[in-house]
């Protein structure tokens, strides 16, 4: 299925590095990014700085509640990647290039398009990299990160 930008929408499978194209595009489901995950999150990671674990120290820096922390709606962007209903076969993540633009605020949905950006061979034939431009958006449409990811993916 090809999108009004002319981007191909990938249909439910899953795609190696030879079934793509620059321009094909993943549409992942929606999470909702919770409290209990943001304090799990700051347990795991020692962070826990006022806004992501206290409303009322949110709301006195502009907020309109607890802020989820970027790096968690960043992991569970990639963990709405590897549930989408298409999906790449990954190897290995390479690396993110990543920008927090919005906050995502306790009970907040989001969900992301995963663009095929640009591909390449490595030196093993079983393999390519995939760079994927990911666009993350809240239950408004609200971008709230984007960034790219580098994929190892299987021929």
Do not use: C
Not at 16 to 27: K, L, N, P, R
Not at 148 to 153: H, P, S, W
Request: hydrophobic content about 45%.
């Amino acid at each position: 299925m090809t999108s009004s930008t002319g981007k191909r929408l990938l249909t439910a499978g899953l795609y190696g590095f030879g079934d793509v194209e620059v321009g094909d595009t993943i549409a992942t489901g929606k999470t909702i990014v919770d409290e209990a995950q943001i304090d799990l999150f700051a347990a795991l990671t020692g962070d826990s700085y006022g806004i992501h674990m206290e409303r009322e120290a949110a709301i006195r820096h502009g907020f309109t509640g607890r802020v989820a922390h970027g790096l968690l709606v960043l992991s569970l962007v990639d963990g709405l990647k590897f549930k989408a209903d298409a999906q790449f076969k990954a190897q290995a993540s390479l690396g993110w290039d990543w920008k927090f633009v919005a906050p995502v605020v306790a009970g907040d949905f989001v969900s992301a398009s995963i663009s095929v950006a640009n591909k390449r061979r490595t030196r093993d034939p079983r393999r390519g990299i995939l760079t994927l431009d990911i666009e993350v958006r809240n239950q408004h449409g609200t971008v709230v990160q984007l960034g790219e990811n580098r994929l190892m993916a299987y021929i």
